[in-house]
Structure formats: structure tokens, C-alpha cells
């Protein structure tokens, strides 16, 4: 790992002209008190390609995560290795380049609300890098072009690493207190609001606190007092930490539509294979966001006595429609089944977890993603499939990152399992109104054709559901558990916040096993790359003696398992 500073402002000036909303100002430059402290314009190009980084690093194993916690296809049979995430790894370090730089220019200056959000960024990304790979280079990182260069930089203790990242957010707070004579510019997340950033600030060591509380002497203690202090993304939306995409090609011709949209609808459908067991398990439970999430491109019955249609079914004829105790499940929920809901069932076209018996050439069949997150097409049961057509148009969906619904199972996780004072049940249903709300304004936005909100009603009832199943749990571990099944459903489009609820809480229990033996034991981190054992003698034993199935982030007390 040796990245530098240089030639930095060349893909800065790219950055900026990917950003339709933001100015990047190379005038009036004379306007900070300290003569040596950077331009307007410098901070500004900074802080937006920082703030695109961060969105890359958000979203770097986002698929991989999901097919862990078993939501999706991808990696979800855990056959991975040590050359598989050096992309994702090298990646971090030079997308966070950038951000060390904006650091270092700000600190000691009068320039607060800049360093103040860099620092929020570093602790956002790198806790992010830490849940993944555990041990990193933190404190030796990025100083191959110090006085004293440093190219193979040690690796800091996760545990060490979450402390400081959680210093790092208390210092972004003190310093978004303070008055700065130089207004932020160039911000693609809050339009340079300092109050959202500093309760993004607070929420983001919330988020550290809940990770590591089972790691920390004091986990619960000061999990509970943050959440007492108070001042965290809320409710309205307004605060959410989220990127919106574009529905267009940007002007520099980078495609800036939501990566969901262009895998499945530009060209034959690409997207990894929905799991059949979120698609069904919503489907019967009525779930008012149903619609929202999944498109269906077709209504072909497959026969598996075919040839044809046999060399497009997933393995062991798991295929939904194929299913004699899925039809039973119907009925017993939609009444009993006609030729029209077998062409509707058709389109729910995925796969069971672990089926790693290859892909066929079924691209015209898949599920695609849908309205939310990825800013496809609405499904509802009035719209017949039809195959996939992108165009210039859609993909303008969003990349959640932290939101006032994440706040709330975080919420809900201390109450029942950390000690925290509160009405779970009251937030539980706080929660999935929260989230049918934006799952539901996001599908009208990009699909208003076709899109229908779904009637008060059936929302109602759908929440009185849950709400019994939560009721129904005789101790507080049983209602954690059916709380992070509501929490698997909900996280569709944030795999790492499920991958780390499943590894802090065990929960929940409910999850299809791999209908095949996987290679691999459930991934308690990555793998670490093994280029980066080639270019830095402090990774040597890191590649070598960290097993990815074997040995946890130091937060992870449970240590997931399968059965075989």
C-alpha cells in the first residue's frame, strides 16, 4: 500500500463536474484570515471528492454483504480468498486520500466546519474498513510522502482504532461548534448545514458505540449516554445520511444512475439473484415496500421436464412456482391460486442461499431491484411483466448510508439487549412506518407512471402484524430476533448494516441455510488481500494466519456458524 498526494486535483476537477448541485468555486480565493491556510476552492474540491469517496467505500461490498446475510446471491456460498477483496482494499486507502489531505490542511487554522467534516468522513469510512477486515494501517497510513516516508505502515489494533474514531467524533462536534469565518461549499450531503452535520457526527459514534459495545469495558454505559445526549439523525428525513442519484449520463460521461439500475436495465439483466426466501417471506406477509423493491420481467411458467426451461432453473428445481409447499403458503394467504397468480409468481425468479451451481442464461427471468433502492421500476400485481428497458431515463435512486430508521433499530438492539430505558415495541413500529415512508416517496419519485402508494389500510395492518410477532416473544432475546428479521427486511440496499447486525447479535435465527454445503464457514470479516501481504512486510502474517471464517473483528462476540 503506497499512495500518495500527488496529482491530486486532477481527479478532483472530474469530481466536481459530476456534481450538478455543487459549485467549484476558483475565485475569490483571498478570504480566509490566515494567508497560509488553503483557498475556499482547495477545501472545496477536497471536501467533494471526499464526500464521492465515501460513497465508494460505502458501497464497495455492499452485494457481498447482502449474500452473506443471506438477501442475495453474491458470496453467499463464501467462497472467497485472499484475492478477492485487494480492489476493495486499496480502493479505501486512495478514495481516503483526499480527506487526510483536507484534514491536514485544516487543522490549526481557522477553518473548522471543513476539518470538522473530515473528520466525520474518516471516522464514517475507516469504522466502516475496521468491521471488515478487523487490524488495518491507521496511524502510519498514508504517509509515504511524509519527511519521513513510511511505505509499509503497521497495523493498528481494530479495538485502538474504534477509540480513536470515536475521539474523532467528539472532536468534529466541538468544532462544528465553533464560529468559522470560511463557508462550506461543495457539499453533496447537507448543502454546508452544520447542524446536520454535527448530529450526523453524534450518530456516527452512536453507530461505533453500538458495534463495539460488547468489545468495550463500557460498552453499554456509554451506548446508553449517547443515546441520553441526544442530538441524533431524527425522523423527518431531512437528516438522513444518504446520496441521491442521477437519472442521466453526467456531462463528463460517467454514468451517474444508481449501480443496481445500470446492472439490471442496461443490457441483458446482470443483477445477482435475489433471495427467493426475502422475496416470499415479504410476498406472504403482505409487505406494503413489496412492490417497491423487486421488478418481475417475466411469466413463464418453467417445466422442468424441459430441456430448455431445465437449463434455466436453479438448482434442486427450487424455483418458487416449482414449489408444491409454496403453493400451500399461498393459498392459505391469497386464497386459492388461478392461472393469473401463477404468471405474477413466475416473475419472482431467484435463488435459494447457496446455490453456487453456476449461472445460466437466464437474464430475461431474473427478479431485477426494483423501485428502492435502486431507482428501478415499480411490480405491483396490476403490472404485467415485461422485459427490462433502462434507456436514459431511472436509475435516480438512493445509496442509504445512515438513516433515522438505522437510528431506531439501534435504538431498539440497546433497549433489548444493552440495558437502555425505553418502549422498544413503540419505536419497532416507529421504525417500519419510517421506512414504508421512504421506501414509498422514493418509488413515486422514480417510477410515477406506474407507482401506487399503498392504502393506509394495508400499512396498518401489515404493522399490526409485526407488532404481534413482537408481542409474541416470550423474553427479550426472542423479540431481538423477530425485531432483526424486520430489520433483514428493511436494510434491502444496506448489506453491511445487516451483515453487522447478524454478526453483534446472533439474530436473526431465521435464515434459510445454504441448501449446499458452502465452501466456507459464514464470514465473520474479509479475507486480507494478498497483495498487500507482497507490498507491506507488516501484512505478511495478516494474509498468512487470519482465517476469515475463523477469527472475528474484536466487537463480534457471537462468531456465526453453520451446521454441517
Same mark, same amino acid.
Given at each position: 500500500?503506497?499512495?500518495?498526494?500527488?496529482?491530486?486535483?486532477?481527479?478532483?476537477?472530474?469530481?466536481?463536474?459530476?456534481?450538478?448541485?455543487?459549485?467549484?468555486?476558483?475565485?475569490?480565493?483571498?478570504?480566509?484570515?490566515?494567508?497560509?491556510?488553503?483557498?475556499?476552492?482547495?477545501?472545496?474540491?477536497?471536501?467533494?471528492?471526499?464526500?464521492?469517496?465515501?460513497?465508494?467505500?460505502?458501497?464497495?461490498?455492499?452485494?457481498?454483504?447482502?449474500?452473506?446475510?443471506?438477501?442475495?446471491?453474491?458470496?453467499?456460498?463464501?467462497?472467497?480468498?485472499?484475492?478477492?477483496?485487494?480492489?476493495? @482494499?486499496?480502493?479505501?486507502?486512495?478514495?481516503?486520500?483526499?480527506?487526510?489531505?483536507? /484534514?491536514?490542511?485544516?487543522?490549526?487554522?481557522?477553518?473548522?466546519?471543513?476539518?470538522?467534516?473530515?473528520?466525520?468522513?474518516?471516522?464514517?469510512?475507516?469504522?466502516?474498513?475496521?468491521?471488515?477486515?478487523?487490524?488495518?494501517?491507521?496511524?502510519?497510513? @498514508?504517509?509515504?510522502?511524509?519527511?519521513?516516508?513510511?511505505?509499509?505502515?503497521?497495523?493498528?489494533?481494530?479495538?485502538? /482504532?474504534?477509540?480513536?474514531?470515536?475521539?474523532?467524533?467528539?472532536?468534529?462536534?466541538?468544532?462544528?461548534?465553533?464560529?468559522?469565518?470560511?463557508?462550506?461549499?461543495?457539499?453533496?450531503?447537507?448543502? *454546508?448545514?452544520?447542524?446536520?452535520?454535527?448530529?450526523?457526527?453524534?450518530?456516527?459514534?452512536?453507530?461505533?458505540?453500538?458495534?463495539?459495545?460488547?468489545?468495550?469495558?463500557?460498552?453499554?454505559?456509554?451506548?446508553?449516554?449517547?443515546?441520553?445526549?441526544?442530538?441524533?439523525?431524527?425522523?423527518?428525513?431531512?437528516?438522513?445520511?444518504?446520496?441521491?442519484?442521477?437519472?442521466?449520463?453526467?456531462?463528463?460521461?460517467?454514468?451517474?444512475?444508481?449501480? @443496481?439500475?445500470?446492472?439490471?436495465?442496461?443490457?441483458?439483466?446482470?443483477?445477482?439473484?435475489?433471495?427467493?426466501?426475502?422475496?416470499?417471506?415479504?410476498?406472504?406477509?403482505?409487505?406494503?415496500?413489496?412492490?417497491?423493491?423487486?421488478?418481475?420481467?417475466?411469466?413463464?411458467?418453467?417445466?422442468?421436464?424441459?430441456?430448455?426451461?431445465?437449463?434455466?432453473?436453479?438448482?434442486?428445481?427450487?424455483?418458487?412456482?416449482?414449489?408444491?409447499?409454496?403453493?400451500?403458503?399461498?393459498?392459505?394467504?391469497?386464497?386459492?391460486?388461478?392461472?393469473?397468480?401463477?404468471?405474477?409468481?413466475?416473475?419472482?425468479?431467484?435463488?435459494?442461499?447457496?446455490?453456487?451451481?453456476?449461472?445460466?442464461?437466464?437474464?430475461?427471468?431474473?427478479?431485477?431491484?426494483?423501485?428502492?433502492?435502486?431507482?428501478?421500476?415499480?411490480?405491483?400485481?396490476?403490472?404485467?411483466?415485461?422485459?427490462?428497458?433502462?434507456?436514459?431515463?431511472?436509475?435516480?435512486?438512493?445509496?442509504?448510508?445512515?438513516?433515522?430508521?438505522?437510528?431506531?433499530?439501534?435504538?431498539?438492539?440497546?433497549?433489548?439487549?444493552?440495558?437502555?430505558?425505553?418502549?422498544?415495541?413503540?419505536?419497532?413500529?416507529?421504525?417500519?412506518?419510517?421506512?414504508?415512508?421512504?421506501?414509498?416517496?422514493?418509488?413515486?419519485?422514480?417510477?410515477?407512471?406506474?407507482?401506487?402508494?399503498?392504502?393506509?389500510?394495508?400499512?396498518?395492518?401489515?404493522?399490526?402484524?409485526?407488532?404481534?410477532?413482537?408481542?409474541?416473544?416470550?423474553?427479550?432475546?426472542?423479540?431481538?430476533?423477530?425485531?432483526?428479521?424486520?430489520? @433483514?427486511?428493511?436494510?434491502?440496499?444496506?448489506?453491511?448494516?445487516?451483515?453487522?447486525?447478524?454478526?453483534?447479535? *446472533?439474530?436473526?435465527?431465521?435464515?434459510?441455510?445454504?441448501?449446499?454445503?458452502?465452501?466456507?464457514?459464514?464470514?465473520?470479516?474479509?479475507?486480507?488481500?494478498?497483495?498487500?501481504?507482497?507490498?507491506?512486510?507488516?501484512?505478511?502474517?495478516?494474509?498468512?494466519? /487470519?482465517?476469515?471464517?475463523?477469527?472475528?473483528?474484536?466487537?463480534?462476540?457471537?462468531?456465526?456458524?453453520?451446521?454441517?
Amino acid at each position: 500500500m503506497k499512495f500518495t498526494y500527488k496529482s491530486i486535483f486532477k481527479p478532483l476537477a472530474i469530481g466536481c463536474v459530476m456534481l450538478m448541485s455543487s459549485s467549484c468555486e476558483i475565485t475569490n480565493l483571498d478570504i480566509n484570515t490566515n494567508p497560509n491556510a488553503p483557498s475556499q476552492a482547495s477545501a472545496n474540491l477536497l471536501l467533494s471528492s471526499s464526500q464521492l469517496s465515501t460513497i465508494d467505500n460505502a458501497t464497495a461490498i455492499r452485494n457481498n454483504a447482502a449474500g452473506f446475510a443471506g438477501q442475495m446471491n453474491s458470496a453467499d456460498d463464501y467462497d472467497i480468498n485472499n484475492s478477492s477483496y485487494g480492489g476493495t @482494499w486499496n480502493a479505501f486507502y486512495r478514495n481516503l486520500q483526499d480527506n487526510e489531505a483536507l /484534514i491536514k490542511a485544516t487543522e490549526g487554522v481557522n477553518n473548522p466546519h471543513y476539518l470538522g467534516i473530515a473528520q466525520v468522513l474518516k471516522a464514517y469510512n475507516t469504522g466502516n474498513f475496521v468491521d471488515m477486515f478487523g487490524d488495518i494501517p491507521y496511524t502510519e497510513a @498514508w504517509k509515504a510522502n511524509a519527511d519521513t516516508p513510511i511505505v509499509s505502515p503497521k497495523f493498528d489494533k481494530d479495538s485502538d /482504532i474504534y477509540e480513536d474514531l470515536i475521539k474523532l467524533c467528539d472532536a468534529a462536534v466541538a468544532n462544528f461548534a465553533k464560529t468559522s469565518p470560511v463557508t462550506v461549499k461543495g457539499d453533496i450531503f447537507y448543502a *454546508g448545514n452544520i447542524t446536520k452535520w454535527t448530529k450526523l457526527a453524534k450518530t456516527v459514534k452512536l453507530r461505533l458505540l453500538l458495534n463495539s459495545r460488547k468489545g468495550r469495558a463500557t460498552g453499554n454505559a456509554d451506548l446508553a449516554k449517547a443515546f441520553t445526549d441526544g442530538g441524533l439523525i431524527a425522523d423527518t428525513g431531512a437528516d438522513d445520511f444518504i446520496y441521491n442519484y442521477g437519472s442521466a449520463i453526467n456531462p463528463n460521461g460517467s454514468d451517474g444512475r444508481h449501480p @443496481w439500475f445500470r446492472n439490471a436495465y442496461l443490457g441483458d439483466n446482470g443483477f445477482s439473484y435475489i433471495s427467493h426466501q426475502l422475496m416470499q417471506e415479504m410476498m406472504f406477509n403482505k409487505d406494503p415496500r413489496f412492490a417497491f423493491y423487486f421488478y418481475r420481467q417475466s411469466s413463464s411458467i418453467l417445466d422442468p421436464t424441459n430441456p430448455t426451461d431445465r437449463g434455466t432453473i436453479p438448482y434442486g428445481g427450487t424455483y418458487l412456482v416449482l414449489k408444491s409447499k409454496f403453493w400451500v403458503g399461498y393459498k392459505d394467504v391469497f386464497g386459492t391460486p388461478n392461472k393469473a397468480d401463477s404468471a405474477y409468481v413466475a416473475g419472482y425468479f431467484g435463488r435459494d442461499r447457496g446455490d453456487n451451481t453456476g449461472a445460466p442464461a437466464d437474464g430475461a427471468y431474473r427478479t431485477a431491484p426494483g423501485c428502492y433502492p435502486g431507482g428501478g421500476l415499480y411490480s405491483g400485481r396490476e403490472i404485467v411483466a415485461k422485459a427490462l428497458t433502462g434507456g436514459t431515463l431511472g436509475g435516480n435512486g438512493v445509496a442509504p448510508m445512515i438513516t433515522s430508521v438505522n437510528v431506531k433499530f439501534y435504538q431498539i438492539e440497546a433497549i433489548l439487549d444493552g440495558g437502555l430505558a425505553g418502549d422498544a415495541r413503540k419505536i419497532f413500529e416507529s421504525a417500519i412506518r419510517d421506512h414504508i415512508g421512504k421506501v414509498v416517496a422514493l418509488g413515486l419519485k422514480v417510477d410515477p407512471s406506474n407507482a401506487k402508494a399503498p392504502i393506509a389500510t394495508d400499512i396498518t395492518a401489515y404493522v399490526e402484524s409485526q407488532l404481534k410477532g413482537y408481542d409474541a416473544g416470550a423474553s427479550n432475546a426472542a423479540k431481538l430476533n423477530f425485531v432483526m428479521k424486520q430489520a @433483514w427486511f428493511t436494510y434491502w440496499g444496506q448489506g453491511s448494516e445487516i451483515w453487522n447486525a447478524m454478526r453483534r447479535t *446472533g439474530y436473526p435465527l431465521t435464515i434459510q441455510s445454504p441448501i449446499l454445503k458452502p465452501k466456507r464457514q459464514f464470514a465473520l470479516r474479509l479475507p486480507y488481500p494478498s497483495g498487500e501481504g507482497n507490498l507491506n512486510t507488516n501484512a505478511t502474517d495478516k494474509v498468512t494466519n /487470519i482465517i476469515f471464517d475463523r477469527d472475528p473483528v474484536f466487537w463480534d462476540k457471537v462468531k456465526l456458524k453453520w451446521e454441517f
